[in-house]
């Protein structure tokens, strides 16, 4: 499968723990999204990276979320201090950025239960 | 801020009962439309891209068409396979991140 891979698919953790995410994008493409998706909504915007330097970042972002994408190849959303409130599910996505072609492709998502 | 609206919310058919799905959008020049499947606990399923009005573009039974304000994903004769929520998302120009509406929930009965 050639798809975007994301790891873990689920994980629960205490309040206040840290936890860390990964994603394999689709192997030629050099865009690379994250969003959060919380029930009932559409995903939202957090962050995206062009190879290995991140461009834009979201005000919902907070100083205890980072981002990285060593090589410009997998990247690692990690999150601080864990809070209730970020309970959702985390989407990766990429793209190759040709111009004007935008489309991107999803992972299968994390799912963050924070207890 | 892009901004984009789904309605209705949720749907409910019956096999081989046609309907279509909105989408309003409101960006600062349109780079792009696009419609995406999500089923439970997976994440979207890119279905088409739509860049200027009067576009059209079909794959099975689902066919969307797009206007200056607005998508449209129209579902001929539907399964219950084609149960799913379906995303609208718009992109801008001068603007790398989708916006997403909240979806439409569809439900088709046998």
């Known amino acids: 499968d050639t798809g975007v891979s994301q790891d873990p698919r689920h994980k629960i953790t205490k309040r206040g723990q840290n936890v860390t995410f990964r994603c394999d994008p689709i192997s030629e493409h050099n865009r690379l999204y994250w969003y959060r998706q919380t029930l009932g909504q559409g995903p939202e915007f957090l962050t995206y990276f062009q190879n290995e330097a991140q461009l834009e970042k979201s005000r919902l972002l907070s100083d205890r979320f980072s981002a990285e994408r060593p090589k410009g190849s997998f990247s690692t959303l990690e999150i601080q201090r864990t809070e209730q409130g970020d309970s959702a599910m985390y989407l990766c996505a990429s793209s190759s950025w040709t111009g004007g072609n935008t489309e991107a492709f999803f992972g299968q998502g994390t799912r963050l239960t924070v207890v | 801020e892009d901004q984009v609206t789904q309605s209705p919310e949720a749907l409910r058919l019956q096999e081989g009962e046609s309907s279509s799905l909105n989408c309003s959008y409101t960006?600062?020049?349109?780079?792009?439309l696009f419609w995406y499947r999500q089923d439970p606990g997976k994440g979207p399923e890119f279905l088409f891209t739509l860049y200027s009005a009067g576009e059209e573009k079909e794959k099975e039974r689902l066919k969307a068409t797009l206007t200056k304000k607005e998508s449209f994903l129209h579902i001929t004769a539907p399964k219950p396979e084609d149960s799913a929520t379906y995303l609208c998302?718009?992109?801008?120009?001068?603007?790398?991140?989708?916006?997403f509406g909240k979806g439409n929930q569809v439900v088709v009965i046998p």
């Open positions: 960006v600062s020049g349109l780079r792009g």
């Open positions: 998302a718009a992109s801008s120009r001068g603007n790398n991140r989708l916006a």
